[in-house]
């Protein structure tokens, strides 16, 4: 979420887990608040760890945010370039890894669609959320059917995000 790492460019679990942007030590009303959750890297995760950071949700956009193609993000809002500088997202080991994936990225769209598709694709583990039950019940049911996982199953996911 924070730094365009996706799971599919890893190989292990653990990469990735839900993070309170608002955290919880000083927002605990918020711990369940579908709104206070996003998907990170242990990374961000661990760099962000207690601060505040603004709702990477609304504030790290195609509008907001642009990655060049030396792997350096520069951001368009005051928001956004908080957030940067917050999560150390302009350090050369995140450049680094960047500058890498666009790389790799660019060479599977021009000489193998597959493993492109596998890249950019989503994740072949998506949620039923309908399974699921949070505790003290879900506050969005009307979202289950938006899901990722629900619009796959109609065919109405796009190959590539």
């Known amino acids: 979420m924070y730094c365009l790492d996706r ?18 030590s000083s927002h ?19 760099t962000k760890a ?9 504030v790290l956009l195609a509008g907001t945010v642009v990655v060049h193609d030396d792997g350096r993000m520069e951001a368009r809002t005051k928001e956004a370039a908080k957030l940067i500088d917050k999560l150390l997202l302009n350090s050369e080991e995140c450049r680094a890894f960047r500058r890498r994936w666009i790389s790799i990225i660019r060479l599977a769209q021009e000489h193998s669609r597959e493993l ?15 399974r ?5 019940g879900n506050s969005r049911p009307q979202g ?16 590539i995000y």
Request: some cysteine; charged content about 20%.
């Open 7 to 24: 799971e599919q460019w890893q190989n292990y679990v653990g990469k990735f887990a839900v993070e309170h942007f608002l955290p919880v």
């Open 144 to 159: 289950i059917e938006q899901s990722h996982g629900a619009r796959r199953q109609r065919g109405e996911l796009p190959e």
């Open 132 to 136: 699921l039950r949070p505790p003290g």
């Open 50 to 58: 207690q601060g505040h950071v603004p709702d990477p949700t609304q």
């Open 28 to 46: 605990p009303e918020q711990q369940t608040d579908y709104d206070n959750l996003v998907y990170a890297c242990v990374s961000c995760n661990l």
């Open 116 to 130: 492109y598709r596998e890249l950019m694709g989503y994740p072949a583990d998506l949620p039923d959320l309908s």
